[in-house]
């Protein structure tokens, strides 16, 4: 059975339609010229400012560049594979939001891709209307984190972890881990709210697009992952506990 928010979505995807971005600069790396060329005339007429990257050498020289909004990225590439662009982009630019476009969908790659803090993973072949909702999701919310981000230069403790949310990083035992954009939001909710338990719906509601269909069940799977992380003991939680029938509640103190 849907809950609330879960309904809300249903009702709404019928009529989400991709709307045009404006002034969206991607980076896509993509070694497949046919791909590339097709997908990237489709982008900029939806908006985008498109800089083409075919291999890892030549992503890394567009970094050295500038900065990008989004950065869409192939596994495979010619000299390399797009993990080692996701690490040099992550320690460039970590507001970038960051998506892998790839026929490579095992699960060991999906997981490494997440582990470097990205914030989708899109199998090949696609729907582009898929696509760019995917894209759009990714982007507004990390516009809406960079809104609610403290200043630069102010980690904070959570549980065993020092979490830096302006590099999108969490620091356990000396190990820096890559964040993704949807990983800071949920920690930022319930950090807004310590000491007062959040439900389901709200963690949903900030964290999740109107045309993604996640469930209770959702949230939970997710919040264990970020217990692994930053709970000295994760079946024994301490810092983000379990408030039951409503949803989760971090610790004032948060340790």
Known sequence: ????????????????KPEPMSAVSLLMVEDDANVAGTLAQRLRDQGFTVTHAASVAAARQSL????????????????????????ALREHSPATALVFLTARSEPQERIAGLELGADDYIAKPFVFRELLLRLQNCLRRAQALRQSLPEAGQPVRIGRAEVDFARFLATVDGQAHSLTHKECTVLRLLLERSGTAVSRDDILDRAWSEDEFPTSRTVDNFIMRLRRLIEIDPVNPRTIRSIRGVGYLLEANHD
């Open 1 to 16: 059975m849907l809950n609330k928010a879960a309904l809300k979505r249903v009702c709404t995807f019928s009529r989400t």
């Open 64 to 87: 050295l560049a500038g900065t990008f909004d989004l950065a869409l990225l192939d596994v495979g590439l010619p000299d390399g594979d797009g993990f080692e662009v996701a690490r």
